[in-house]
């Protein structure tokens, strides 16, 4: 499944948030990486159709994801934002059933393959044997990864990740990157943002450097994540270079 971006700009009331990117997505992990500020929450929704581009196009197949119908488009893309909802009342089966919504009929009854997705999902997560438990009474950590969890079972090949680990501690970081891989394992299209320079040098295939709404520098980890082109994307020029420590 070929992802394309051409020439996206986002200028919304006349103010610069993305400048002409352009660029292909490929296969295993590729991160946005940069400061808080720098584009990439923009550049994930514009390929999620969640906002328009001013200029520019996002293909998926080589279909403009305009042209897609939100249900369509929904069994083609996930989009897992950085915020957090306040949702309480629900089981955690429910909680995560509520990413089957493609494919619901007309009278609103999910397929026959709902329930073994999302049996299936919670035990990727380990969540499983907490399926009748309220959601209520899940620790922040416990609920990023149900987010997780309620996204995969819309079944899509492109998974989009929006800051996945802020406000998380080791453990479920650890937990988040363990569900990295094994989706790269399932041959998923993933594309992840983040400012954590660590991070994306844990689990990144393919890094896209972006600074004030720019692709400044892309590639192979192992090319683009070295200390100039860190400094440069930082803005830590006025910081002693011997001061700072990758990784």
């Known amino acids: 499944m070929s992802i394309k971006i051409k020439r996206l700009s986002y200028s919304p009331n006349n103010i610069n948030v993305l400048d002409s990117i352009s660029l292909d997505i490929n296969g295993g992990i590729n991160t946005f990486l940069g400061q808080n500020g720098s584009g990439k929450t923009t550049l994930m929704k514009l390929i999620s159709n969640l906002i328009e581009p001013t200029i520019g196009e996002v293909l998926i197949n080589g279909i403009n ?79 990023q990864i149900l987010r997780i969890s309620r996204a995969l079972v819309q079944d899509t090949n492109i998974i989009l990740f929006d800051e996945p680990t802020s406000n998380l501690d080791l453990k479920n970081t650890r937990r988040i990157k363990d569900l990295l891989f094994k989706l790269k394992d399932m041959n998923k299209r993933i594309i992840v ?38 400094i440069d994307c930082y803005d830590l020029n006025d910081y002693d270079s011997e001061d700072i420590r990758l990784f």
């Open 65 to 143: 994801v305009k042209d897609l119908k939100k249900y369509d488009l929904s069994k083609l893309i996930t989009y897992i934002s950085q915020d957090r909802e306040n949702i309480q009342g629900f089981t955690v089966f429910e909680y995560v059933e509520m990413g089957r919504f493609p494919y619901q009929n007309f009278y609103g009854k999910y397929d026959n393959n709902s329930q073994k997705f999302i049996n299936e999902s919670l035990k990727l997560v380990n969540l499983f044997k907490r399926k009748n438990d309220f959601v209520d009474n899940l620790s922040g950590g416990e609920m």
């Open 193 to 230: 943002s983040t400012h954590d320079i660590n991070f994306a040098n844990s689990i990144s295939d393919i890094i896209f450097m972006i600074k004030n709404g720019k692709v400044i520098y892309s590639g192979d980890k192992e090319e683009i994540l070295n200390k100039n082109n860190i």
